[in-house]
């Protein structure tokens, strides 16, 4: 990086002060999982839930033609470490040829929404998802809407691409995380388990809780793609038609219909295992990293990474640069912006940073680092296991994921759910105005008609109730 220069001390005061964001709309959504006319499982309670963080800028992109800032949506699980890992950039106080300091911020998004902004005018110029089969969806949509031949998945031309420089800093397998009593009573830790082990314990025992979230995170997506791998009988190459056959359909409705609850990423499941422990799920998948982060923060209630027999895939943490400025009034990536991006993806794949992401529960990207050696987090553990996953499933086509999620909403079970909206005067302005964007946004993402929807509206007391009724 000898192309970079460092910062005079007196200059770091006409930098912003940026922070991650987490969405500040006080939404809750009651999801209750019915089966047939019986009400099952009980309530959960989901939501986007704000902090003291700032919120990310939605005014209209702009930024200074050299300007060598770069802001990276991140997924909202690895966004507070990318945080941290851009705040250590920043101190390097490095500079392009032109003498602007590069400094990276963070800003946390849901990888769906972040695929929706990348493909208008995205107010970020990189993008951190949880999976990379978020670029590949933004891929497929960018060259669909460039016209270009969409029956051709990998042969986009390069000038047409919506993405450039692709990084991967972190990876960190998709387990059914457990209570260790739990663990124990499915066999663990003298026998495999998967997806079949599951479904009976769910099947025998009414009072089994466990859950997975939808399919537009990458918990629940990946996990969802690994039980159709199971019906089908693979591990590699799951094909449309694989996919959509009687014996696999019926092997994930199977498998569906044991879950009590669906709904948010693993970091909203750990606020509720937080506040109601064992009473709140036995099981529910998530990425390993979760397991350790829990377990770091409650020894005494430990949780058990099970890896599932049949196979399982990986959140593999990509950062990419958005090939910004082929659209009308998008404005381009600059020159400065590269270099930063380029220095910052530098950074996250140097000895240091990948040391910190393992200690933090990510496996690195960087093979030669030892999983099991001296402050390792997996090194003495019995919760988490280095040597697993025995069975790396492969990541199927975008065409083939595409068909797994809209087949998944119709054998998913299905779900009531009243959305609770406070409309109180704390909520006037933009919080009110982001409480409208996340329910059309939610209920546009239901699809089929085996879901019911009701609305609770609040402020004081109950202002306005909805009872249940179909979408549409």
């Not at 998709?174 to 082990?197: F, K, M, Y």
């Not at 025998?204 to 990458?218: E, I, L, M, R, V």
């Not at 790396?392 to 797994?404: A, E, G, K, Y």
Request: net charge negative; charged share 20%; hydrophobic share 40%.
């Amino acid at each position: 990086m000898s192309r970079y220069r460092r910062m005079n001390s007196h200059d770091e005061n006409r930098h912003r002060n940026r922070a991650i964001w987490i969405a500040g709309i006080v939404i809750v959504l009651a999801i209750v999982i019915c089966s047939s006319s019986v009400i099952s499982g009980g309530m959960w309670i989901a939501g986007l839930f704000g902090g003291n963080d700032k919120q990310a800028d939605t005014a209209a992109p702009s930024w200074a033609p050299d300007s060598a800032e770069l802001t990276v949506a991140a997924s909202p699980l690895m966004a507070p470490v990318l945080q941290q890992m851009a705040s250590s950039f920043n101190s390097l106080d490095l500079r392009t040829p032109d003498n602007k300091k590069m400094t990276a911020w963070v800003v946390s998004v849901v990888p769906e929404k972040m695929v929706e902004d990348s493909l208008g005018l995205p107010n970020y110029q990189a993008i951190s998802p949880d999976s990379s089969l978020w670029l590949d969806q933004l891929e497929q949509e960018w060259a669909k809407r460039q016209q270009s031949d969409s029956s051709s998945e990998t042969q986009i031309p390069i000038g047409q691409r919506r993405i450039s420089g692709q990084t991967r800093y972190a990876v960190s397998p998709i387990v059914i995380a457990a209570w260790e009593p739990v663990a124990r009573s499915l066999g663990w830790p003298d026998h495999p388990i998967g997806w079949q082990e599951i479904q009976d314990k769910a099947t025998k025992d009414a009072t089994f809780k466990w859950n997975h979230s939808a399919t537009n995170n990458a918990s629940g997506l990946l996990a969802t793609l690994a039980e159709f791998y199971a019906g089908a009988n693979l591990t590699r190459g799951l094909t449309v038609d694989a996919a959509t056959s009687k014996k696999t359909l019926d092997y994930v409705q199977a498998v569906e219909s044991t879950i009590k609850f669906y709904g948010e990423g693993e970091e909203v499941i750990t606020q509720h295992l937080q506040e109601q422990g064992e009473n709140f799920l036995d099981a529910f998948t998530a990425q390993e990293r979760t397991v350790i982060d829990w377990n770091t923060r409650n020894p005494k209630r430990p949780l058990v990474a099970i890896y599932p027999s049949e196979g399982t895939l990986w959140t593999d943490h990509p950062l990419a640069l958005l090939e910004l400025g082929s659209q009308p009034h998008e404005l381009a990536v600059t020159d400065n912006q590269r270099l930063t991006y380029r220095a910052f993806a530098d950074f996250l794949t140097s000895p240091d940073a990948q040391k910190q992401f393992l200690s933090l529960g990510f496996r690195p990207a960087d093979l030669s680092l030892q999983l099991d050696g001296t402050g390792s987090p997996f090194a003495g553990s019995t919760y988490v296991d280095s040597r697993q996953p025995q069975t790396t499933l492969q990541m199927p086509s975008p065409s083939v994921i595409d068909v797994v999620r809209n087949v998944w909403y119709y054998t998913k079970r299905p779900t009531n759910v009243y959305l609770v909206v406070d409309t109180s005067g704390s909520m006037e302005g933009t919080k009110i105005a982001r409480a409208r964007e996340a329910l059309t946004a939610f209920v546009k993402q239901i699809q089929g008609d085996r879901d019911k929807l009701g609305l609770v509206e609040f402020a004081s007391g109950t202002k306005t109730f909805f009872a249940l009724a179909r979408d549409g």
